[in-house]
């Protein structure tokens, strides 16, 4: 979620680029963790939007929106968000619980607090691999409101263009027993090279029991959409042009190049969780949340 052209550090580093999606997601899981219905608890999001200065002034709880979910941004787009933080947190606890895995590998961590929030069995490792100014930022957020870890965390600050394998090898992951790997809001900003790269080194580095969960986007709706609502609500309101962002490159059909190397998926859209849930976003016209797809993968052998 926060790989960018340039090495940033510090608050800046969060505030430039993709990064200032990393706060967006924040914001949105702040509102989620404030509804009355909540889909996801995360006390630290909030902590993380004020602290920023391109975010201070964003909402973090309902009553600060005044068209509360008929805000194409911080409502329907926000719940979103809570959704899918709700749907890849039972995925990873629901692996480690039933699985077995006891390596969990944050892909493009950003400002991801799972290791802070969830509960943990024993013996798990959580690793986050994203740039050195975002776990920076991290760091200097969770340590001013002494936040600590509910499980070993173990923060890598490399950019996934660099050799994030050897820094995760390392920090003594071990590529022969069983992981979870999350890819949360990522695939669809790397270029298509580098979504294959990603997905064949998570694969290599799989021992049989691995699962890996993460977000797609369907190409021919990627510019479909450009004049939603979500989109035009998220430009004017906080300056983000998504889609000047995503790459445009063909995308690689992952999922099914990961079937044919043992793994099974299955593929939903977030329409399918929200019935599930019983509340999140659901179809509409102009839909800029068409083209979405979350991806779940379980590898049966090497």
């Given at each position: ?25 924040a914001a949105a899981r702040a509102l ?19 602290a920023a200065p391109a975010s201070a ?25 809570g959704l899918r933080t709700r749907v ?215």
């Open positions: 979620m926060t790989h960018t052209a340039q090495q940033d550090t510090g608050v800046d580093g969060v505030a430039g680029g993709v990064g200032l999606t990393a706060l967006l997601v989620e963790t404030h509804r009355p219905d909540s889909l996801a608890q995360d006390a630290y999001a909030e902590h993380f939007v004020l002034g964003w909402p973090v709880r309902p009553e600060q929106v005044p068209d509360a979910d008929a805000d194409p941004l911080w409502g329907r787009f926000a719940r979103y968000f890849l947190d039972d995925f990873v606890l629901d692996t480690v619980r039933t699985g077995g895995a006891r390596q969990v590998v944050l892909l493009g961590a950003g400002l991801d607090a799972r290791a802070f929030r969830l509960d943990w069995p024993p013996g798990c490792v959580v690793f986050e691999i994203d740039r050195g100014g975002v776990l920076d930022f991290k760091h200097q957020v969770l340590a001013g409101v002494s936040a600590a870890p509910l499980t070993t965390r173990v923060p890598l600050p490399v950019d996934l263009r660099d050799d994030w394998v050897g820094a995760l090898t390392d920090a003594g992951f071990d590529p022969e027993a069983p992981t979870v790997w999350l890819a949360e809001g990522l695939l669809f900003y790397l270029p298509r090279a580098a979504e294959t790269y990603l997905v064949d080194t998570v694969d290599r580095l799989s021992a049989a029991g691995s699962a890996l969960a993460y977000e797609a986007k369907l190409e021919k709706d990627l510019m479909a959409y450009r004049d939603s609502p979500l989109y035009t609500a998220t430009r004017r309101q906080i300056g983000i042009d998504l889609l000047d962002l995503f790459s445009r490159e063909p995308r690689p059909d992952s999922a099914g190049d990961l079937t044919g190397r043992g793994w099974t998926t299955s593929v939903g859209t977030p329409f399918d969780f929200t019935r599930r849930h019983g509340r999140g976003p659901l179809p509409e016209r102009n839909d800029a949340l068409a083209g979405n797809r979350w991806v779940f993968a379980v590898k049966h052998r090497r």
